[in-house]
């Protein structure tokens, strides 16, 4: 496991980061594994308190971006619980779920396959492959959708792709994956509404368009016993 740790100084309008990157030895203790100093290139403390900013990199520099944003005022430990267990393991990468408008009487847009490994590993802890996947029934898929989505089997039936006997699923391979790096979500605010359900207000924070805010969207989800289940998704604001 590595660990970092970012110490930052602001002079004469300039910010100087250091990013000291420590590992622990398998025998026990830590190790310091890098130690970098820079000046960073360009740097901002928004509204919301995160201050964001960059490492100037070489042109054609293929390694990491240098971008980087850290929440300065903090966030309730309610609201970073609710990101870390029903919006972050989702996301934005390769799955629309959080991406577009819809709910229980509107699910054709949803893409079902893409969000199936993910559902199993938020229900079982890990990551199915395609071995494991081909021994799991109809009914089995069925099972680990409605756990989460407010869809019917004959919805189901209709929504993911099936062929020979069980229903398709496969690893995207770096064609079909997005370019590039994608926003992370965090949960800014939550409401519980009258008819038992909670609405989560996420916004889309992208430090390498140096914005905290790139797009909002309110997700609603019921509570069930011993889990949760997406009822809904509402894009309500974008940046231009």
Known sequence: MVQVRLDLESKMNQLTVTRTATAW???GGQWVSAIEKYTA?????????????????????????GCDAIRIL????????????????????????????????????IQFADLLPVLYEMK?????????????????????IQNYLPVSQEQIKKLVPHEEGHYIWKKPDQ?????????????????????????????????????????THETTVRITDGGFQYMGNRIVDTEE
């Not at 199915?128 to 029934?137: I, V």
């Open 74 to 109: 903090p966030l309730s430990d309610e609201l970073r619980a609710y990101c870390r267990e029903m919006i972050a393991p989702v996301g934005y990468h390769c799955r629309n779920l959080f991406l577009i408008d819809w709910d229980r009487q509107n699910l054709d847009q």
């Open 124 to 144: 079982y802890g890990y990551r199915p492959d395609s071995l494991l996947w081909n021994r799991l029934s109809d009914q089995d898929v069925e099972n680990l």
């Open 41 to 65: 290139k360009s740097f901002a403390y928004t509204e919301k308190g995160y201050l964001l900013f960059q490492k100037d990199q070489p042109d054609g520099y293929d390694g990491p971006d």
């Open 175 to 215: 064609m079909e994956r997005i370019p590039g790096i994608v926003p992370f979500p965090e949960v800014t605010r939550a409401v519980e509404n009258t008819d038992g359900t909670l609405t989560l207000t996420v916004d889309a924070v992208w430090p390498q368009k140096e914005t905290d805010k790139a797009f």
């Open 25 to 27: 030895k398998e025998t």
